[in-house]
């Protein structure tokens, strides 16, 4: 008899430490299926710091590895079948690669191909998170989350196509009426000014192609904000109409 009831002592006293081990894993166990929610933070850091990101080594190193925190998460959001997770991963691989070895020998050629790599891993990212959001299954929060670093990684994938066109060898923007080369600051700056069409007018497109360029991601935008908006829209059944009375 007594060993039974120690036993019994035993096995509520496991229990109850158990509880609040299993109550913290129930709580933390959302965070695990928010992948899209971690994009749009880094997304976000890395346009709220970028004014503050000097263009010196120790400014270039801290962009890197903003960078690299949002391919990972990149990767990780988009990742949900092992297809998409390698398209994404050869993608995001030589693209940190190359940026890190451009930040070891500054050689020009290294960023340029590593700007190409970086546009397409973003390209890539926004083609599938596009099919992740705009799916039929149930709008979940993680879907809008997705929905909100989609468009966050349409502005910053401008900015390396717009860093593209500025390397082409023509001048090909205005900063306040004189042609000069922009910076991770300028880039992002006017990339999300003309996404949102907000067009301050003191960053000015020169060329047919920085010009094109500008055209199509204020296009894109709006038609990403209107299709958002209806799929929305499409959620919630419409009320039924009751009959008027006579």
Known sequence: ?????????????SAAMRQPINATREALRPLFFQRCFYLFVTLLALIALAPFIEPERGGILARNVIN???????????????????IVLLLAAPALALRWLWLESGSE???GMALWFDAAVYATTIALLIRYVFDREVLTSDRLW??????LMLGVLWSFVYAI????????????????????????????ST???????DIVPLTRVARSAAVVESIIGQLFLAILIA???GVYP???RTADPI
């Open 165 to 192: 066109v500025d390397r082409a060898g023509t001048a090909s923007f205005a900063i306040r009426g004189s042609a000069a080369s922009m910076d991770l600051t300028d880039l992002l700056y006017f990339s999300f």
């Open 238 to 240: 419409r009320p039924e």
């Open 231 to 233: 799929r929305l829209v």
């Open 68 to 86: 690299t925190f949002i391919v990972l998460s990149a990767v990780a959001a988009v990742g949900r079948s092992l297809l998409s997770f390698l």
């Open 1 to 13: 008899m007594g060993k039974g009831f120690a036993s019994a002592a035993q096995q509520t006293a």
């Open 109 to 111: 050629e290294l960023f």
């Open 146 to 151: 997705g929905a909100a670093a989609t468009y």
């Open 195 to 201: 996404l949102t069409t907000t067009g301050f007018g």
